[in-house]
């Protein structure tokens, strides 16, 4: 299905240059002198490389058709990490070079969205949020919960968020998976 470039929408999913990309940002540029452009910025999912690109307004893009399956995260096999599909209980196994930026914030048990695109995956999409055990942080200074400042603090995965002074071991801590920061603690 072809759609017009003025159409564009942040996570639209397009087929440009043999590769698959989602739109994370894009801007109708109108200048004085020549026609009018689509300038973009595209994340290809086969490889997570983040690439501008500019069309004519006219131009038209063929729209790709990404399944979403909602599966939960299981557990790691050596350097696999299994799927399991919630409806048909089958399972599926990802090389950890495909889904090393969200090994960060996967837990046992989790529910992800797989992306699949022609029977090919490409991709785990994460919830914009999680709640996250704090395993270390250097201990939490008396009256110094007001300061504004921040300390690092490894969570249970083993990423690293800068926290508030007053979080301590085994807080749960809700972080953004978008941009890896601390929210808030969790409920």
Do not use: C
């Not at 452009?37 to 790709?64: C, D, H, I, P, Y």
């Amino acid at each position: 299905m072809s759609i017009s470039v003025n159409d564009f929408k942040n996570g639209l999913t397009i087929e440009v240059k043999d590769g698959i990309w989602r739109v994370v940002e894009f801007q109708h540029v109108k200048p004085g002198k020549g026609s009018a452009f689509v300038r973009s910025k595209l994340k290809n999912l086969r490889t997570g490389a983040v690439q501008e690109m500019t069309f004519r307004s006219t131009a038209k893009v063929e729209k790709a058709n990404i399944e979403n399956k909602k599966m939960q995260y299981l557990y790691a096999d050596g350097t696999n990490h299994v799927f399991m599909d919630t409806t048909t209980y089958e399972q599926l196994s990802l090389p950890q070079e495909e889904i090393k930026e969200q090994l960060k914030y996967l837990k046992e048990n989790m529910e992800v969205s797989v992306l699949m695109y022609g029977g090919e995956t490409i991709g785990v999409d994460l919830p914009n949020t999680v709640d996250l055990k704090v395993a270390s942080t250097e201990a939490s200074i008396k009256g110094d919960t007001q300061s504004g400042g921040s300390k690092p603090a490894t969570m249970e995965t083993g990423v690293v968020v800068q926290v508030p002074f007053f979080v301590n071991e085994g807080d749960m801590l809700t972080i953004n998976t978008q941009d890896g920061t601390y929210i808030s603690r969790a409920n």
